[in-house]
């Protein structure tokens, strides 16, 4: 493959890279170190079945955006009224604001434990630069090209962490391939399904997806390119499990933040081990803070009438809004304080589910989509995976308000 196609097909997968590195943050990062220091390799089977849902949903999305010029949100609000649109718009960006604080602390702890400086500073400096990117003329150009550079120092940084552990092959193939559910583990995988298996990250395809158009006249036609990044969002998944199963598992840690990974690494293969380990952190929390604040700033932007063009200074604005959210909250308290996130998850809980149901529904409907209608295998699958979203609501919903 030439210099120049290679770099045709990088791009073309931009808007599938983007979602892999705002849905794999710091919190990510957490739940799927706990599930390996926990379990070892015994869960890692739910990572296939996470990213299968989360294919056939990036793919549904994707197929929504190259059908039409106009918005999933405006699709909605004609279907079911501005007023639904409205509360997806703005539900969707008060649990962007609210999942903006750990990414801040988390690339503020990244920076801050490899220079032994104060994490805030480096909360307030790349918040800043988050910001700063806004101002570029062609935002959706320097987003992708920021994004597939830090998902490209993840895998770097993760890949070799999981060469230094050095993982039982045979444990690790056994893990994915032979289901087991094991004693105290539901609670893990519940939330590892519910953050692998991003029903905002894949509603937000779409949109990339329109904006990816704009620029590129081979993306109208291009179908599945969203899907490399989803996979190497499930091969991140794995890596960082494995991982946490070859050197936190055999000692006993109980992981209870992103960085204690790191902190294990450190006597047993020294600092570099552990320098490597918190690049990736930074490239994890990093991405999630530019990524993570689009999806907010956009979605709200187009509930409020402003479009979802990323050339609006609109929507720049509210974009800027979600990152200042997320750095003052995370200055102020050192991370995010536990009333935030039951608010967060709250609205999760009943947001989810009515995006998956509008996304299965507008991809059936011949007046939306044309010719790009759901197939049968689309909408076999896409039916299964809404009843796995609705019965990860309903989980969510008893463990948080009913226990």
Same mark, same amino acid.
């Given at each position: 493959?030439?210099?120049?196609?290679?770099?045709?097909?990088?791009?073309?997968?931009?808007?599938?890279?983007?979602?892999?590195?705002?849905?794999?943050?710091?919190?990510?990062?957490?739940?799927?170190?706990?599930?390996?220091?926990?379990?070892?390799?015994?869960?890692?089977?739910?990572?296939?079945?996470?990213?299968?849902?989360?294919?056939?949903?990036?793919?549904?999305?994707?197929?929504?955006?190259?059908?039409?010029?106009?918005?999933?949100?405006?699709?909605?609000?004609?279907?079911?009224?501005?007023?639904?649109?409205?509360?997806?718009?703005?539900?969707?960006?008060?649990?962007?604001?609210?999942?903006?604080?750990?990414?801040?602390?988390?690339?503020?702890?990244?920076?801050?434990?490899?220079?032994?400086?104060?994490?805030?500073?480096?909360?307030?400096?790349?918040?800043?630069?988050?910001?700063?990117?806004?101002?570029?003329?062609?935002?959706?150009?320097?987003?992708?090209?920021?994004?597939?550079?830090?998902?490209?120092?993840?895998?770097?940084?993760?890949?070799?962490?999981?060469?230094?552990?050095?993982?039982?092959?045979?444990?690790?193939?056994?893990?994915?391939?032979?289901?087991?559910?094991?004693?105290?583990?539901?609670?893990?995988?519940?939330?590892?399904?519910?953050?692998?298996?991003?029903?905002?990250?894949?509603?937000?395809?779409?949109?990339?997806?329109?904006?990816?158009?704009?620029?590129?006249?081979?993306?109208?036609?291009?179908?599945?390119?969203?899907?490399?990044?989803?996979?190497?969002?499930?091969?991140?998944? @794995?890596?960082?499990?494995?991982?946490?199963?070859?050197?936190?598992?055999?000692?006993?840690?109980? /992981?209870?933040?992103?960085?204690?990974?790191?902190?294990?690494?450190?006597?047993?293969?020294?600092?570099?081990?552990?320098?490597?380990?918190?690049?990736?952190?930074? @490239?994890?929390?990093?991405?999630?803070?530019?990524?993570?604040?689009?999806?907010?700033?956009?979605?709200?932007?187009?509930?409020?009438?402003?479009?979802?063009?990323?050339?609006?200074?609109?929507?720049?604005?509210?974009?800027?809004?979600?990152?200042?959210?997320?750095?003052?909250?995370?200055?102020?308290?050192?991370?995010?304080?536990?009333?935030?996130?039951?608010?967060?998850?709250?609205?999760?809980?009943?947001? /989810?589910?009515?995006?998956?149901?509008?996304?299965?529904?507008?991809?059936?409907?011949?007046?939306?989509?044309?010719?790009?209608?759901?197939?049968?295998?689309?909408?076999?699958?896409?039916?299964?995976?809404?009843?796995?979203?609705?019965?990860?609501?309903?989980?969510?919903?008893?463990?948080?308000?009913?226990?």
């Amino acid at each position: 493959m030439s210099g120049k196609k290679l770099s045709a097909w990088i791009h073309t997968i931009g808007p599938g890279l983007i979602v892999a590195a705002l849905v794999f943050g710091p919190s990510k990062l957490t739940i799927t170190s706990k599930i390996g220091a926990n379990f070892q390799y015994g869960l890692l089977w739910i990572i296939i079945i996470a990213i299968f849902f989360m294919a056939i949903y990036t793919l549904i999305a994707e197929r929504i955006g190259l059908a039409s010029d106009r918005s999933l949100l405006s699709m909605i609000g004609e279907k079911w009224g501005k007023g639904v649109a409205k509360i997806v718009g703005f539900g969707i960006f008060l649990v962007c604001a609210s999942f903006q604080t750990g990414n801040s602390v988390g690339v503020g702890i990244a920076i801050g434990e490899l220079t032994n400086t104060d994490n805030i500073y480096w909360i307030i400096v790349f918040n800043l630069i988050g910001i700063l990117l806004l101002f570029f003329r062609n935002f959706y150009k320097v987003l992708e090209k920021v994004m597939i550079s830090l998902v490209g120092l993840m895998l770097v940084a993760f890949l070799i962490t999981l060469i230094e552990v050095k993982p039982n092959v045979m444990e690790v193939v056994k893990g994915l391939f032979i289901p087991r559910v094991a004693d105290g583990s539901v609670g893990l995988i519940v939330a590892f399904m519910a953050s692998c298996f991003s029903i905002v990250g894949a509603f937000y395809t779409s949109y990339l997806v329109q904006e990816r158009k704009k620029i590129s006249e081979r993306e109208k036609t291009n179908q599945s390119s969203s899907l490399t990044g989803i996979f190497i969002l499930g091969l991140l998944s @794995a890596i960082v499990m494995i991982s946490a199963g070859a050197i936190l598992s055999p000692l006993g840690i109980e /992981v209870k933040t992103a960085t204690d990974m790191s902190l294990a690494l450190k006597p047993a293969f020294g600092d570099y081990a552990s320098a490597v380990f918190l690049i990736g952190l930074f @490239a994890a929390g990093f991405s999630s803070i530019i990524g993570n604040a689009s999806i907010g700033g956009t979605l709200l932007s187009d509930a409020l009438g402003y479009g979802s063009n990323f050339s609006s200074k609109k929507t720049r604005g509210i974009i800027a809004l979600v990152m200042v959210i997320g750095g003052v909250i995370a200055i102020i308290f050192g991370g995010a304080p536990l009333e935030l996130i039951v608010f967060a998850q709250s609205i999760t809980i009943f947001i /989810v589910p009515i995006i998956g149901i509008a996304m299965f529904v507008i991809s059936n409907d011949k007046k939306y989509m044309g010719e790009l209608i759901s197939t049968p295998f689309l909408k076999i699958t896409g039916a299964v995976g809404l009843a796995l979203v609705v019965i990860l609501a309903i989980i969510n919903f008893i463990d948080i308000f009913l226990k």
